[in-house]
């Protein structure tokens, strides 16, 4: 596929500042831990961006409310590595829909890990695609990334977003709900990538045997990482 035009779309305490009996809570950016070294074999030469896109959600996305301070510490293993692994599951040149992109996790990981992936981030609240913007102009994927203002059930996300090889979803709803989403987003024979923790076999068993798609549990990133990834696949037919 070759590039498209797309559009665009932290930390220490320190005492509240009242103002006008207004009490504002101001939390100063904090910074980004040194990459531990799975970073460099996950990411490689592309490191560099994964460390700006790190910066950003340890400065901007606490300021802003979109990542909680006590993440920041644990942005490496918890967020950036976990998310990037999944790239193991994603063909050559793909384009990938991340639904309910949030501060842009998984789909922005995934774009600093790998050049060749187009990156589809669609998220509905205005502030979060914001951020999603101007920090994709600062890591100057505008050609390979797009953020996308709406909700993955939209017609009108649907028609922009839809006939995709994969899609992926974070912390966004429980597994029925995602797969009811996501399925009219995916070409037959595409895949949905769903990031679950320890309650993946409990949500795959609640999905039942339900036609036109299959389901499988995988574990990603296990020979770099201590905990390996758990991603529920859904396959459409």
Known sequence: MSPRARSRSAGSSCSPIRERSVWLDVTPAAALPAPPAAGREIFGERLELAVRYGERLAGDGVVRGLIGPAE?????????????????????????????????????????????????????????????TETVTELGFDDIVRVVHGRAEDAAVRRQVGNAQWVTARAVAPLDRLVRWCMPLLRPGGRLLALKGAQAEAEVAALGRTRGFGVSIVRCGGQVLDTPVTVVVVQRD
């Open 72 to 132: 920041v510490p644990r942005l490496w293993d918890r967020h950036l590595l976990n998310c990037a692994v999944i790239t193991d599951l994603v063909s050559h040149g793909a384009r990938v829909v991340d639904v309910g992109s949030g501060a842009g996790l998984p789909g922005l990981a995934m774009a600093c890990r790998r050049a060749d992936l187009h990156v589809d981030l669609v998220e509905s609240l205005a502030r979060r695609v914001t951020f999603l």
